[in-house]
C-alpha cells in the first residue's frame, strides 16, 4: 500500500472496447468455448462454478481483446497531448546545453543555451496552439455528429480539475494522512453509514422449502443480458457488462448454468454478495467523510441473478401496491405525483376546502430496512418458496469494502438495509414502504371525486393530506408509529407542514 494516498500513474486494463469488432468477439467466444468444454458438466457446488465462470470469462476477454496502460499522461486529454517526440527532444537539448554551460562558462556556450532555449520555446508554443486547434475541431465536429462523446469529454475534463482530499478527518476530529489511517476510516465510516444500530430485534423467518416455482431458462437469463448498458463500472469480479452481452449461445447457457445452481442451493457466491463502495464528494470540506455519498457496484453476473428474481417478483406484488404508491414502478414516474398533488390542491381552493399537509422525509431509508421484518412483508404479499429463499440468499452473506483512489480496504459485514445498485431493491422497498402505508391509514383525508386521497407517496417522499390540523396530527402520529415499529425513523430537521385555506391561517 503507497505511503500517500493518490490515483495511480500507470493502470493497466483489458481493452474491452474492441469487443464491438465481431471478429474480436468471436475469439472471445471461442475461448470460452473452449473453457467450458474442460469443466465437468455437474459441478454443483456454487462457488467452484463461479470461480471457472468469471476466471475464464476474464481470461477470454485479456486473450482476445489484449490490454493497454492507461494513466497519468496518456489518452486524450489536450493538456498533456502536446508532449510530443520534437518536443522532448527540443527539453533534452535545452538541459545539455544548460549543463554545458554551466560547465564551461563560455560566451559560446551561452548563445548555445539561448538558442537552445528559444527554440524549445517555439517548439512548444507551436506544439501546444496545433493540439488545442485539432481538439477544438474534433470538438465541433462531436456537437454536431455525436452529442454524447461531446458532453463525455466535458464531463472528463471537468472532473480532472477535481481535487481528491488525500486526508480525512478521523471520528475524532484529527487529520489522518498515512494511506492506511484513511482507508480504515473510510472503512469506518460506511460500516456504520451501513449498520444502523436502532433498528428493531426481529427474528428472522425461516424459509419455506418448496419446489413450486420453475428453474430459470436461458431465454430469461438473455432478455437480461441484452438490457445491460455498456462503458459501466465492474464489481470486484471485475467482469464488465461489455463481456456478458458478447456472450454466444455456450456462454449464456453456462451463465444460465450459474443461475440455476444458486436458485437450487439457495446460497450465491460470495463476489455476487460482495459490494464495492466508492465515495464521491458531495460539498463541503474534502476531509470530511460525511460530505461524500457512497456508490456501490456489484457483480455484473450477479445482478442479472437479481433482475430475473425482480421479474418474478413484480408481478406477484403488483396487484397488492396502493394507488397511491409512485417511484420504481412502470409508468408512474416523477411528474404523476407532483401533478396528482396539484390537482388536489386546485380542487380543494376551488371549493373554499382546507387542505393540511405534512411533507415526511426519511432518515436513510434504504440503508434502515431490517431484513427480518422486509421477508415478512415479502411473505405476507405472495413472495414465498423458493423465490423468497432466492431473494434471502443475496442478503446472506451481504459484504462491502471501500475502494479510494487505488486502494481497497478490509471486508465488512452489512447486515441491515436493502442492496444498493441491485435491481431487485427498488421493488423491494416499494412493497416495504406500500406496507407502512397500508397499515398507517385511517378515516383522514382529503376528498376528490369519488376518492379520498391521504396521503401520496414517491419512493422515500411522503406527503399526508388531511381537511383539518388535528388530522394531520393523528395521520402524522400513526405514521411515525408505524415507521418506528418498522425501523424507519421520521426525519424531523427536513419535514415541512404547509397549509392551503383561503382563510386566515392562526
Known amino acids: 500500500m503507497p505511503d500517500r494516498l493518490g490515483r495511480p500513474k500507470r493502470i493497466v486494463r483489458v481493452c474491452w472496447e474492441r469487443l464491438a469488432d465481431p471478429s474480436v468477439r468471436g475469439v472471445f467466444n471461442s475461448h470460452l468455448r473452449e473453457s467450458f468444454n474442460k469443466i465437468p458438466r455437474e459441478v454443483g457446488d456454487i462457488e467452484s462454478e463461479w470461480t471457472m465462470f468469471s476466471s475464464s470469462i476474464v481470461d477470454a ?6 490490454c ?40 559560446e556556450a551561452a548563445e548555445a543555451y539561448r538558442q537552445a532555449k528559444q ?13 488545442w486547434e485539432e481538439f477544438g475541431e474534433a470538438m465541433e465536429k462531436d456537437y454536431r455528429t455525436a452529442s454524447e462523446k461531446f458532453w463525455q469529454t466535458i464531463w472528463r475534463l471537468r472532473r ?41 430485534s426481529i427474528e428472522e423467518p425461516e424459509a419455506e422449502d418448496s419446489e413450486v416455482d420453475s428453474f430459470i431458462t ?35 447457457s453456462w451463465l444460465t448454468c450459474l443461475c440455476n445452481i444458486a436458485w437450487r442451493s439457495g446460497t450465491v457466491p460470495l463476489d455476487w454478495a460482495t459490494g464495492v463502495v466508492i465515495p464521491l464528494f458531495k460539498k463541503g470540506d474534502r476531509r470530511v467523510c460525511s460530505n461524500y455519498r457512497g456508490i456501490t457496484l456489484l457483480s455484473l453476473p450477479g445482478k442479472v441473478y437479481s433482475r430475473v428474481l425482480e421479474s418474478r417478483v413484480r408481478p406477484l406484488v403488483k396487484p397488492r401496491i396502493q394507488e397511491e404508491k409512485c417511484g420504481f414502478r412502470p409508468s408512474r414516474g416523477t411528474l404523476d405525483q407532483p401533478y396528482t398533488l396539484h390537482r388536489v390542491l386546485e380542487g380543494s381552493w376551488e371549493f373554499a376546502q382546507p387542505v393540511h399537509m405534512c411533507f415526511v422525509d426519511l432518515e436513510k431509508a434504504f440503508n434502515c430496512v431490517p431484513r427480518g421484518i422486509l421477508w415478512e412483508v415479502l411473505w405476507e404479499y405472495g413472495v414465498r418458496g423458493p423465490l423468497l429463499r432466492a431473494v434471502r440468499s443475496l442478503y446472506n452473506r451481504s459484504r462491502s469494502l471501500v475502494r479510494i483512489a487505488s486502494c481497497k480496504s478490509d471486508l465488512f459485514p452489512v447486515h ?29 383525508g382529503v376528498r376528490f371525486g369519488d376518492h379520498r386521497i391521504s396521503l401520496l407517496i414517491f419512493a422515500d417522499d411522503v406527503v399526508l393530506l388531511t381537511p383539518s390540523s388535528l388530522d394531520l396530527q393523528h395521520a402524522l402520529g400513526r405514521f411515525a408509529a408505524e415507521c418506528e415499529a418498522a425501523g424507519m425513523r421520521v426525519g424531523t430537521s427536513k419535514s415541512e407542514a404547509m397549509v392551503l385555506d383561503r382563510k386566515k391561517v392562526a
Request: hydrophobic residues 35%.
Open 160 to 200: 480532472g480539475k477535481q481535487l481528491s482530499a488525500n486526508t480525512v478527518y478521523s471520528g475524532g476530529g484529527e487529520l489522518l494522512a498515512s494511506t492506511g489511517d484513511i482507508v480504515g476510516r473510510w472503512k469506518e465510516y460506511f460500516e456504520d453509514l451501513l449498520n444502523p444500530t436502532n433498528m428493531p
Open 119 to 131: 527554440t524549445t520555446a517555439v517548439v512548444v508554443s507551436e506544439a501546444k496552439t496545433r493540439v
Open 68 to 107: 493497454k496502460v492507461s494513466g497519468a499522461g496518456r489518452g486524450s486529454n489536450p493538456r498533456t497531448q502536446w508532449w510530443t517526440l520534437e518536443v522532448r527532444d527540443a527539453v533534452k537539448l535545452k538541459k545539455v546545453s544548460y549543463q554545458a554551460w554551466l560547465a564551461r562558462g563560455t560566451p
Open 218 to 252: 436461458q431465454s430469461e437469463v438473455t432478455e437480461v443480458v441484452q438490457q445491460l448498458l455498456g462503458g459501466k463500472a465492474p464489481g470486484v469480479d471485475e467482469i464488465r457488462p461489455e463481456y456478458l452481452k458478447s456472450l454466444d449461445v455456450v456462454g449464456l
Open 61 to 66: 476477454a485479456i486473450q482476445s481483446c489484449g
Open 416 to 444: 441491515v438495509g436493502l442492496r444498493q445498485g441491485c435491481p431487485l431493491s427498488p421493488v423491494l422497498f416499494i412493497v416495504f414502504m406500500d406496507r407502512i402505508s397500508r397499515h398507517s391509514q385511517g378515516l383522514e
